[in-house]
C-alpha cells in the first residue's frame, strides 16, 4: 500500500470513518484469528483476543509510523492480547467440538498425531509457541517474525531452534511401508 | 525438514474454521468503541474553546443575544419545511439511523451455531402469526427474485413484522448454518459493510450485511388478509418488505439459515428458517 494512501485511510478511521479502518485490518483478521488460535487453542478466547485487539488497534493508529507496515503492527498487538488472555487464566480448556473435527477409522492415527502436535505445542513455554506459529503456521518471514514479537532476527531464530528440539520428536516423517 | 514442519502445523491447527463474518463483528465492535470514547471527548473539548471567552456579564449576554438571533433565523426559515417534512416523512432508511445506538447493536457477537452437514436444520420457533420467530420480531417468506439461481446465489423476497410497543433499532442478521456464510441484504432497510454488488429483478443493488428496522419510522402497518390466524392480535404489527440474498453453495449446505434479531429494547432472539422463509 502506498504510504500516502495508507496515511489517508489511517486519518480517515482516526477521524472515524469504518470502512477505512476496515481496509487497513480487516484483511488481516483471518491470520490474527489463526495466530490467536495457535497460541491459545481455544476458538473463544482466540475471538475475544482477535476483537479486543481490533478495539486497541483503532485507538492506536496515531502511533503507526508512515510507511509501516499493517500486518506485523497488527499481529503484535494480536500476541500482546493471547500472552496476556494467556497469563490471566490459570485453567486450560481443550474444545472437542464435533462439528470442525470428525474422527473416522481410517484417520485415526492422523487425528492422533495431530493432537499429540497440538499437545507438544501446548506444553512449550509462549514465546517459543509465539514464533512456531508465526513462522510456520502463517509463514511469515523471520523478519516479520522479529517486528511482530519486537525481537532481533537472531532471537527469533535461537527461539525457534529451542522450539523445534522441543517439538522433534513429534516432527518425524511418518514411516512408508512397502 | 522446514515444508515438513509447517505441514504438520497446519494439519494440526487447521482444525477450527471462523466465520467470515468475525471481521464485520470485530471492525464494529472496535467502531463502537471509537464512538464511545469519541463522544464524550468532543463535547468537552467544545465547551473548553467556548469556556474562556464568556467572562463577565457583559460576554454572556452577547452570547445569549447571537443565540436568540440565530433561534429566530432558523425558525423563520424553517419551520414550515420542517412542519411539512414531518407530516410527509416516509419510512427512515438506514442512512437516517442513530449511528451510535447501532454501532452497540453491531457489537453484539452472533450467537448462530454452526450445523454439522449431516444434521437436520432445527426450523423455528414459530409466532402466533404465521411466520418464523416467536419474540419480537417475525419473518415470512412471500417471493422468489426474478434474479433468482443467478451466479452469485438467490434472492428472496419476506416481511418482517415486529410486535406493537417497540422503539429502539432493531439490527437483524443472518447466517447459512452448514457454512457461516453471511446473507446479504439489498434496498432501503440494509445497512453495514459492503459485502459486493449484483443485479436483483434488473436493478443494480449493494449487498450489505445488516438489516436495520426503526420502529419508530414503520412503512407498513399489519394485518394483511391471510398472514394471521384468527386469534392473534391484529393491531398494529408493523410490517417491513425487505429483500435478502444467500450465496450458493453445494449440495444441501445453503438450506438452513440462522437469523439475530438485536435490540437494545429486548433480549436478542435467534430463529430458524429455510431458505425461502416460506411456510
Redesign the interface.
Known sequence: MAIAAQADLINRAIAGDRSAFDSLVGSLIDQALRLAFGMLHDREAAEDAVQEAAIKAWRKLGNVRPGAEMRPWFLAIVANECRAIARGRWWSVRRLDGTTELPAPEYEDRIVRRADIRAALRKLPAEQREVLVLRYYLDLPLEEVAMVIGAPVGTVKSRINRALAAMRPHFQPAEVFA | ??E???E??????D????D?S??L???????A???R??SGGSVRAHFMVLIPPLRGLSAVAAMLLVVVLIGMTLTGGRLFRDWSAFVHRSASSASEIDQRELGQLEAR?LKLP???ISADCPVGPTSAIEGYGAGQVSGLGVGVSSSSNDIWGTYYHANLFLKPGQHGLVLIRGRVLRNGSVIVFVGQYSAG??IGSDKVDGKSVTQRGELVLDPSHPPQTAPLSGFFDPGATAAAYARWSVTYGVPNARDRDADCVGWQVDSLSFPTETFVTPQTMFQ
Do not use: N
Open positions: 525438514m522446514e515438513l514442519i509447517r504438520e502445523m497446519h494439519a494440526a491447527l482444525i477450527e474454521r471462523f467470515a468475525l471481521r463483528r470485530f471492525v464494529a465492535a472496535a467502531h468503541d471509537h464512538l470514547r469519541t457477537p454452526f450445523l454439522a459493510q459492503v
